[in-house]
């Protein structure tokens, strides 16, 4: 079946540097999500990329899908404590249900 | 809005007692989920259901496991007998489209513990 695989697992920065995490997946996915968590929270969804090699922006955060629609990044410049958090993207798999990747947790060093 | 509503917040049973979960979903969703989240295993859907009719529960653990949604205001997801392998933070999400098509809105989680 479809995997969604994320990397790093984990990532411990420096407040003010930059972060990345990326997804890859084995199917062509006709879109991907990507989803916050924060520490004793739920999942909250942040934005749906749907286009091949489409670009967005939300303040400090950049997403990104692959021209092959197949892998995702989501990068983060200048974080700040308040971005803590575990970041999971997801895709359609079969049945038409999401899946999510193993999530990219992030720590924030002030 | 009051967005996804689970109830409880937090349940903590005996290995053998029967575990009800609840979910409300918002309001005009007609795609609701039922995920596990645990450390080993990290966010499992459980079970997905469109338009009140269950269309994949291959995640489904065992038969222990059973859920059901009679409305479109409501779902349960029953553990029984529940067992200490059970325990994670149970999430119910919802969402206007059905499958992978659009956002899905969670519910707070009941952090479960089995003893």
């Known amino acids: 079946g479809q995997q969604v695989m994320q990397i790093p697992q984990y990532q411990h920065v420096q407040e003010g540097e930059d972060f990345t995490t990326y997804c890859n997946s084995s199917?062509?996915?006709?879109?991907i999500q990507w989803y916050k968590q924060r520490p004793g929270g739920h999942p909250v969804f942040l934005i749906q990329?749907?286009?091949?090699?489409e670009v967005k922006k939300q303040k400090r955060l950049t997403f990104q899908f692959g021209e092959a629609k197949k892998n995702s990044s989501l990068h983060i410049t200048a974080t700040q404590t308040t971005d803590v958090g575990t970041y999971f993207c997801?895709?359609?798999?079969?049945?038409?249900?999401?899946?999510f990747g193993s999530g990219t947790q992030l720590t924030v060093l002030p | 809005d009051a967005g996804v509503i689970q109830s409880p917040r937090h349940e903590v049973t005996e290995m053998g007692q029967e575990v009800t979960l609840r979910c409300k979903p918002i309001?005009?969703?007609?795609?609701l989920f039922w995920y596990r989240q645990t450390m080993m295993r990290g966010l499992e859907l459980l079970i997905y259901?469109?338009?009140?009719?269950?269309?994949?529960d291959s995640g489904m653990p065992e038969d222990r496991f059973s859920a059901k949604m009679p409305n479109a205001s409501f779902s349960t997801l029953k553990i029984q007998p529940s067992e200490p392998r059970d325990s994670a933070v149970y999430f119910c999400?919802?969402?206007?489209f059905g499958g992978g098509a659009g956002e899905q809105y969670f519910g707070p989680g009941t952090r479960l513990t089995v003893t």
């Open positions: 199917t062509t996915l006709s879109n």
């Open positions: 990329l749907v286009k091949s090699g």
């Open positions: 997801a895709g359609p798999g079969s049945a038409r249900q999401l899946t």
């Open positions: 999400a919802s969402s206007l």
């Open positions: 259901f469109n338009n009140n009719v269950p269309i994949d």
């Open positions: 309001s005009g969703h007609n795609s």
